[in-house]
């Protein structure tokens, strides 16, 4: 993760930095993309009409799960040129793009195309805000919604089954928030609030995994400079020796959903 800061300076600069590659490091394969839109749009089931915000959209990889509203998706991200390489593939009139961070949306910092909202997506953001604000963020954010709203929390859980060396998963771990806490956050909120867990098999050959390693596809590598990325290679290869030449890393992508609902 991106160390965490008030104004979200480290965020947009990491986020800048990766949104050439984003789309390659994370798509990961069509049958992710489409498992996790399915598992999103499941739990927020999205309704013709109704009002959309994906906070924190990067690329728009996964705001595919929104659409069923048939409305102009409200898209927020601090990278702008994440938002950039968003609006290029989704063309104007599908979305509207929103520059801002998680904080300056909950805090009513930035000026949103809508009053109240439906359906609010936030994957993957909230290890970005400090954990002292992370409480203030998920009410904000309840505040937005309209009656009967769904705010979906999508994160990984604490502990990650993911092939890095030691220190790395033992700092995701420290810094990443538990889904129970976030729970607890939308009820001190107000909403009625279900935790549920899914995950999806994953497989890359082992050039691609370890390319993906080097372009800091998850946030927290960002935290290494390269010589201890490349040590921290070195300590991959070790320990999973298996994933040689012509090997593959293989290993379940395991995802805590946090659904809040607003009262009617």
Same mark, same amino acid.
Request: charged share 20%; aromatic share 8%; glycine share 10%.
């Given at each position: 993760?991106v160390?965490?800061?008030?104004?979200?300076?480290?965020?947009? +600069?990491?986020?800048d930095?990766?949104?050439?590659s984003f789309?390659?490091?994370?798509s990961? %394969?069509?049958?992710?993309l489409?498992?996790?839109?399915?598992?999103?749009?499941?739990?927020?089931?999205?309704?013709?009409?109704?009002?959309?915000?994906?906070?924190?959209?990067? #690329?728009?990889?996964?705001?595919? +799960?929104?659409?069923?509203?048939?409305?102009? /998706?409200?898209?927020?991200?601090?990278? &702008?040129a994440?938002?950039?390489?968003f609006l290029?593939?989704?063309?104007?009139?599908r979305? @509207?793009? =929103?520059?801002?961070?998680?904080?300056?949306?909950?805090?009513?910092?930035?000026?949103?195309?809508?009053?109240?909202?439906?359906?609010?997506?936030?994957?993957?953001?909230? *290890?970005?805000?400090?954990? *002292? *604000?992370?409480?203030?963020? =998920?009410?904000?954010?309840?505040?937005?919604?309209?009656?009967?709203?769904r705010?979906?929390?999508?994160?990984?859980?604490t502990v /990650?089954? @993911?092939?890095?060396?030691? &220190?790395?998963?033992?700092?995701? #771990?420290?810094?990443?928030?538990?889904?129970?806490?976030?729970?607890?956050?939308m009820r001190?909120?107000?909403?009625?609030?279900?935790? #549920? @867990?899914?995950?999806f098999?994953?497989?890359? #050959?082992?050039?691609?995994?370890?390319?993906?390693?080097?372009?800091? @596809?998850?946030?927290?590598? &960002?935290?290494y400079?390269? %010589?201890?990325?490349?040590?921290?290679?070195?300590? /991959?290869l070790?320990?999973?020796?298996?994933?040689?030449? +012509?090997?593959?890393f293989?290993?379940?992508?395991?995802? +805590?959903?946090?659904?809040?609902?607003?009262?009617?």
């Amino acid at each position: 993760m991106v160390t965490a800061d008030a104004d979200g300076e480290g965020t947009r +600069a990491h986020y800048d930095r990766l949104a050439g590659s984003f789309d390659a490091n994370w798509s990961h %394969s069509p049958q992710f993309l489409a498992w996790m839109r399915g598992a999103l749009r499941q739990r927020l089931a999205p309704a013709v009409g109704e009002r959309a915000m994906d906070l924190g959209c990067g #690329t728009g990889l996964h705001t595919e +799960a929104l659409v069923p509203t048939e409305r102009t /998706i409200t898209a927020v991200d601090p990278s &702008s040129a994440m938002l950039a390489q968003f609006l290029q593939r989704a063309g104007e009139g599908r979305i @509207y793009p =929103v520059r801002a961070t998680a904080q300056e949306v909950a805090a009513g910092q930035v000026e949103l195309p809508e009053r109240a909202y439906e359906v609010v997506l936030a994957k993957e953001v909230l *290890h970005h805000v400090p954990e *002292h *604000h992370r409480g203030e963020v =998920v009410a904000g954010l309840a505040r937005l919604l309209a009656p009967g709203g769904r705010l979906l929390v999508a994160m990984l859980p604490t502990v /990650i089954g @993911y092939p890095l060396w030691p &220190s790395a998963l033992e700092r995701f #771990t420290a810094l990443q928030p538990d889904p129970q806490d976030i729970a607890l956050a939308m009820r001190a909120a107000g909403l009625a609030t279900e935790v #549920t @867990y899914a995950g999806f098999p994953l497989a890359f #050959t082992r050039d691609r995994y370890l390319a993906m390693v080097r372009a800091r @596809y998850m946030s927290l590598l &960002s935290h290494y400079d390269d %010589s201890e990325l490349e040590d921290g290679i070195a300590q /991959i290869l070790q320990e999973h020796g298996e994933a040689g030449e +012509a090997g593959e890393f293989a290993f379940a992508d395991r995802f +805590a959903f946090v659904l809040g609902r607003a009262g009617a």
